[in-house]
């Protein structure tokens, strides 16, 4: 007797072991990768005319795909897969600079759960930069605040109707750890696991091994490529996830959605804020955020010369570091001009030419300061000079538009 289920899962099975993505699949036949979803899922099964085409695809005879032999207890290794809830399209965003992984997995939960409004034309999810730009926002990244920033990883999920829990490996046996994951990728939501040591973060959304195998996508700080990927057709395997130190998420439906506009208005005060600081509170000069970050970033080029160094080893990989930063602050100001109707345009636009201006500094120092090494200290003090002057008119044109920012907030000097 026929079993979709079983037919199904043999059709997966047969698929990847060719190393066929189910767009292969639906490419190769000339129908959508919706069919071959359901298929897999047991919902439906292949026509007549198409079982023939299919078999000779996956070098399979009919009766091995519809009439799969039953596996063998202690060989099976069964493979769960959460399919995402709408089609996403390709990835049409910048890939350089994408450094931040944290807004990188949040922009992923959205488009996995189906949650972007904006289609194309075969109804597919847009997938491109702008949420990327807003949380990047929301979490307070774009604004310098990399380090010992707020956990809210629960204030950013909001903004998609979810939440989350969140477990400590420390606090549990490896079983327990294992079980918790594969039981909440079984309810239909994906997993985040963030080690504390620098590794890749996970976001999954299957797992097979009895749980000890997590598939999805890796994301890592300071790694462009990993952050741009948004494919959950081609899921990474991460043996072995549950013997580090690591913090495991389980995303889940929320009670309170808040709206673009009102987290947007919310991100421009904390954003004044923060970039306003001029008190250091971090151990490493560079590290931190607000103003102060220049006077500490000349204070260490200072440093260089009197200790007579030809390196000048302050400016990498800082320099990019704080390219992303205003760029993200920039697009993020672009973005309150559409989602906040009251917002003076006009100031906020005199703001985004400040933005500009560093930016097009930051990218002289990239491109044509930067690669070229001094040979002696001599030259590189005349160097770190010039490094010194293109700061502090970095820091000039900061304030410049800080105080054009504090009349659009409506603040008081205090």
């Not at 490419?27 to 439906?44: C, D």
């Not at 949380?135 to 310098?144: D, E, K, R, V």
């Not at 952050?227 to 130190?245: A, C, P, R, T």
């Not at 636009?349 to 930067?370: F, Q």
């Amino acid at each position: 007797m026929l079993d979709n289920i079983k037919a199904g899962k043999q059709i997966a099975l047969f698929r990847k072991s060719r190393g066929l993505t189910q767009e292969d699949v639906a490419r190769q036949l000339s129908i959508s990768p919706q069919a071959v979803s359901k298929w897999e899922n047991g919902h439906t099964m292949p026509e007549l005319s198409l079982l023939v085409e299919l078999s000779e695809l996956l070098g399979c005879t009919i009766d091995q795909l519809l009439f799969p032999a039953p596996m063998p207890a202690a060989k099976a290794n069964f493979e769960h897969i959460l399919l995402p809830y709408a089609p996403i399209a390709d990835f049409t965003g910048t890939r350089w600079p994408r450094s931040m992984s944290k807004p990188a997995i949040l922009s992923a939960i959205k488009l996995f759960m189906g949650l972007e409004k904006r289609r194309n034309a075969m109804n597919q999810q847009i997938n491109d930069d702008t949420e990327y730009i807003l949380q990047g926002a929301f979490s307070g990244i774009s604004f310098g605040y990399s380090w010992g920033g707020e956990d809210n990883w629960d204030e950013c999920l909001a903004l998609y109707g979810l939440t989350c829990e969140i477990y400590a490996k420390a606090e549990y046996s490896q079983d327990e750890f294992i079980r918790m994951a594969i039981d909440h990728i079984q309810s239909g939501y994906p997993v985040i696991v963030i080690p504390r040591e620098y590794t890749d973060t996970i976001l999954a959304t299957g797992y097979s091994n009895a749980g000890r195998i997590l598939k999805g996508i890796p994301f890592l700080d300071g790694d462009d490529d990993k952050n741009s990927i948004m494919s959950f057709g081609q899921l990474k395997d991460f043996s072995e996830w549950y013997v580090k130190d690591s913090e495991l998420f389980l995303i889940k439906p929320g009670t309170r959605t808040v709206s673009v506009a009102d987290k947007c208005r919310e991100a421009l005060q904390k954003g004044y804020a923060l970039l306003s600081n001029k008190v250091h509170s971090f151990e490493q000069p560079l590290v931190g955020y607000g103003l102060v970050i220049y006077d500490n970033w000349c204070g260490e080029l200072r440093k260089e010369t009197n200790q007579g160094q030809t390196e000048i080893a302050c400016m990498f990989p800082h320099i990019f570091i704080h390219y992303e930063g205003k760029l993200r602050i920039r697009q993020f100001l672009e973005c309150c001009m559409n989602m906040i109707w009251d917002i003076d345009n006009s100031a906020i636009w005199t703001v985004i030419s400040k933005y500009e201006e560093i930016l097009s500094i930051c990218e002289k120092c990239m491109h044509e300061m930067l690669p070229k090494t001094p040979e002696n200290a001599a030259e590189a003090q005349i160097k770190r000079q010039a490094y010194i002057g293109i700061l502090h008119r970095c820091r000039e044109l900061e304030e410049e538009a800080l105080e054009v920012l504090k009349t659009v907030l409506r603040l008081e000097d205090k």
